[in-house]
């Protein structure tokens, strides 16, 4: 028992130690973009967040992304929108981890839906993370960038994918992390995003949930059904890691150790682009009808990864053990 009080003692003084020796208190921004070694040097090798202004100002989506446009251009084109009761999509729901509805509608109807003019069950957003600026909404793509040329040489590779999201104000991201190198750039609206580093790990709390789906019933309201087809040949059910806390409003009598967190709010308004490094935690709130577009870069598998997973080891040993004491 003393060498897991140590051990837990050690793991929350990493994220003390993190806070006083390199991470600030809020996102900082710059006026313009960095030079490839500059965005390297001073954001990417630190795993460090900021957000850039002027980063996209040549792309035409600021002039022209908006409804009209939409509805002329691709209002006839099918698109995958998730669907839920509550606006939380990927999300805990008790002791499963649901995920949306998923229906194909033409991007005509989605914007009546979310203007108001077509009255549907559920909260409606374009989310879908599988490229779908370059699968589904092709004619889109000569109005904003393929790459982001500063960030794509600092990486040394191209984007893995360029996602479209738009939706409602009501629609919340939980909180999560990517292996991504995230370039988040706002076309209309804004972004809301709650940050926490990978140091904060051990105070983040972790657990496994059986996968779910939200489903419409015939009368229109939403059941949550298992995700059969994710259940192997031996029928146990794959358990989905997930993050259960609202950053916002954490339950501190469930989760006491997230009282030492310290997450840090950004906004990040049209025309602004937020860089959030690999391995960040991010909850993430939107204005109504807001639109944006992300690159996600793969991450380098490099020592700092070897690190968080040391660290995500050594804190799953002190949670069990902790459980079991």
């Known amino acids: 028992m003393a060498a897991i009080n140590v051990l837990s003692e050690a793991l929350e003084n990493l994220s003390l130690e993190a806070r006083e020796l390199y991470l600030s208190s809020k996102v900082p921004k710059i006026e313009i973009p960095p030079s490839p070694l500059e965005f390297l040097r001073d954001w990417v090798n630190p795993n460090v967040p900021v957000i850039i202004k002027n980063a996209f100002n040549h792309w035409p989506a600021l002039e022209k992304w908006n409804s009209d446009y939409f509805r002329e ?118 972004k809301v995003f709650t940050l926490l580093p990978p140091s904060d790990l051990p105070l983040i709390p972790y657990k496994l949930y059986t996968p779910a789906r939200f489903k419409t019933t015939e009368r229109g309201n939403f059941d949550i059904v298992d995700e059969i087809e994710q259940i192997t040949e031996l029928s146990a059910e794959p358990k989905v890691p997930w993050i259960a806390v609202d950053p916002l409003n954490p339950d501190l009598k469930k989760y006491p150790k997230f009282a030492k967190a310290n997450p840090v709010s950004c906004t990040v308004q049209a025309g602004e682009m937020l860089y959030l490094p690999s391995l960040w935690f991010h909850h993430v709130q939107q204005s109504h009808g807001c639109i944006a577009i992300n690159f996600w870069y793969d991450m380098e598998y490099d020592i700092k990864y070897n690190y968080f997973k040391f660290v995500e080891t050594v804190t799953d040993l002190v949670t069990k053990q902790s459980e079991k004491d």
């Open 73 to 190: 251009k691709i209002g006839h084109r099918k698109v995958t929108v998730a669907v839920t009761p509550n606006g939380f999509a990927d999300a805990v729901v008790g002791n499963k981890f649901v995920m949306p509805e998923e229906r194909e509608m033409k991007f005509s109807k989605f914007l009546d839906i979310l203007e108001g003019k077509v009255k549907e069950q559920g909260i409606f957003y374009v989310q879908k993370q599988n490229s779908n600026l370059t699968e589904e909404f092709q004619e889109l793509c000569t109005d904003a960038a393929s790459e982001v040329s500063w960030a794509t040489e600092a990486f040394g590779k191209h984007p893995d994918a360029v996602n479209f999201w738009m939706g409602d104000e009501r629609a919340i991201t939980s909180m999560h992390k990517d292996h991504y190198e995230n370039l988040y750039c706002v076309i209309s609206g804004k």
